[in-house]
């Protein structure tokens, strides 16, 4: 009989301990974080470079992928439009811009995907797109600049160095010297007076980009197709669009001045 317990007790520490290891196991996959990219997809002008350091700078040239901690510089001529996947989709760069892709990543958590995307504006102008690639995501994506942190819920958004941010599509949340901004479509955050004002160019037009694309859209295709390519899947799976997709994504607004 004490034999026998003996034995049952051994059997209960080991399945107890075999149980323990398989829940870290699992608790540690879930917690993995998964590393974003920024790939270059559109390139205008002849000065574009990036470094990893901040410091030394190379050419960054269509197809270069940028990595969280990367900053990009773009010239007095030149643009860019970059896919970020799952942490953006499109980033669009202006003239003299220098932008820090401070975070990009993504984990699972309780079930939950959460992605976080950070941009750090030194310099310059951006615009783009935020949207999160399924609707139970928590999709964090902020704008760092002088005059505060944008933070973008899923819009079209072009946004200064300074502060300056305008919204066609969905809303930002402007935070800045402890003060909270609600900027709504068709309306422009002036960081130096510190409100919100509706942007003239848009008032009495329709942005063109559009806001609800089904699945069998072609244009949202081109872009699931560009995420596949993104995430890794074999490109034998679906069709090869043109890269100048982007272009037809998003457009940035050309009366945009961050000096007014």
């Not at 990367?70 to 760069?93: C, E, H, K, Q």
């Not at 939950?112 to 783009?128: C, E, F």
Request: charged residues 20%; contains cysteine; proline residues 5%.
């Amino acid at each position: 009989m004490t034999r026998a317990l003996q034995l049952l007790g051994l059997s209960f520490f080991f399945w107890q301990q075999l149980f323990s290891a398989i829940a870290q196991e699992v608790g540690s996959s879930t917690n993995t974080v998964f590393s974003g990219k920024a790939v270059l997809r559109v390139s205008k002008g002849s000065s574009l470079e990036c470094a990893i350091d901040g410091t030394t700078w190379k050419p960054f040239k269509v197809g270069n992928v940028a990595n969280e901690g990367t900053t990009i510089r773009t010239g007095p001529d030149s643009s860019a439009y970059l896919f970020l996947g799952r942490n953006g989709p499109v980033l669009w760069l202006g003239g003299n811009t220098v932008l820090r892709f401070e975070i990009l990543s993504s984990w699972n958590s309780n079930g939950n995907r959460i992605i976080k995307t950070v941009l750090d504006l030194k310099a310059g102008q951006i615009g783009g797109q935020s949207r999160a690639p399924n609707v139970s995501d928590e999709f964090i994506y902020q704008v760092k600049t002088s005059g505060g942190v944008a933070e973008v819920q899923e819009a079209d958004y072009m946004a200064c160095q300074n502060g300056k941010t305008g919204v066609m599509r969905g809303s930002v949340n402007m935070v800045c010297a402890s003060k909270s901004f609600s900027i709504d479509p068709k309306q422009i955050f002036n960081p130096m007076i510190q409100q919100v004002q509706i942007w003239s160019a848009l008032k009495d037009s329709v942005w063109r980009n559009k806001t609800s694309i089904s699945p069998g859209h072609q244009r949202y295709q081109i872009a699931e197709s560009f995420r596949r390519i993104h995430d890794g899947w074999p490109p034998q799976l679906f069709r090869p669009e043109p890269l100048c997709s982007h272009e037809r994504e998003f457009r940035p607004v050309a009366d945009f001045k961050c000096e007014n």
